[in-house]
């Protein structure tokens, strides 16, 4: 029997399998009119397929909780219910192939108001659709605009932002919602501090700059049901205590273990682990299954339950990360773009029964 596709129950709710379909920004949401951030019938076909595919969850990608919150124009969002009823067909279609519909809620901090990535993803001009970044201080990410420096009752403004995201998230049929804490986003850059120079409560030592992601993460799960799971994901390390040549000040996975107990603690129940994108140019060492390692210690040392990411391509890899312990799931990427069905052909590798939609035979 294959550990990968065991089920996994997290509160009250069954994933019928440890493969997971990361969240990954498409850029194909209407960036004008009144669909602004709805979902679009691309993202029904890329989303349902891979739940088809047999992806056991299927989340949705970084959504932003305000439209000034967004990476781009394009991405979608969650602060109207426009949007929650373009979002309802969706879930209600990965879930009737069996799969968990989730969604990552997002705030892009410093590095909101970009173009499309696959333009080069520049920072867009207030006239071009684009919007002043805000941060925890004002220091600007690699070129990007210098954010504005975000008082206190914004931040309390943008903890109210995520619950009011996280309830839509709910009216539109979705049943696991993720935190967005990595890839020097905003919760990300007031963890690390190479984005937090706050001498307010919100910045200072571990417990200040931890403080924005746990009110958040209290407001979410305020609002969430306690039968359903929340996740969060990190970035594990800014990669920089990895390079003994970097002497730049960051965060590093001794912090991501002690920032796993306190989540659980706030009822987070699993921690989805990432890396990078806080500080530019750090040196990241990757390779296949190059996260592992701090899903492992977060697992392990931090006793959460995790999730893998990151160069996971190979069935008898993802089998052997749960198997041994490393992790308790693994979320695919890239691997799922090329391949929505990889999940299928990983079950029978692996000798375990799937179930094909029965339209294909
Ligand atoms: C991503 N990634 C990403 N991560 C995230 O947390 N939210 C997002 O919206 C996105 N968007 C995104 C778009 C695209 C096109 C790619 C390729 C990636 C990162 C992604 O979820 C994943 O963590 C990485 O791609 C590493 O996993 P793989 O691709 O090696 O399996």
Redesign the pocket.
Known sequence: MSSLFTPLTLRSLRIPNRVWM?????YSAASTGPDTGAPTGFHHTHLATRAAGGAGLV?A???GVRPDGR?SPW?LGLWNDRQVEAFRPLTEAIRAHGSVPAV?L?HAGRKAGTDK?WRGGRALGQTEGGWQPVGPSPVAFDGLPVPHELTVPEIQQLVRDFADAAERALAAGFQVV?V?G??G?LINSFLSPAGNHRTDAYGGDFAGRARFALEVVDAVRAVWPDELPVFF?TSATDWLAENPADDREGWAAQDTVRLAKELRAHGVDLL?V?SGGMVPGARIGTGPGY?VPYADRARNEGGIATAA?????EPAQAEAIVAEGRSDAV???????RNPYWPHHAAAALGSETHWPEQYG
């Open positions: 990361s969240p990954m920004c498409m989340m990608e970084a959504t990476i991405d990552q997002a990535a993720e967005h990595a890839h986003y994901r989805d990432s996260q990411v990151g160069l996971v391509t979320f695919l990427g890239r691997e799922l773009l």
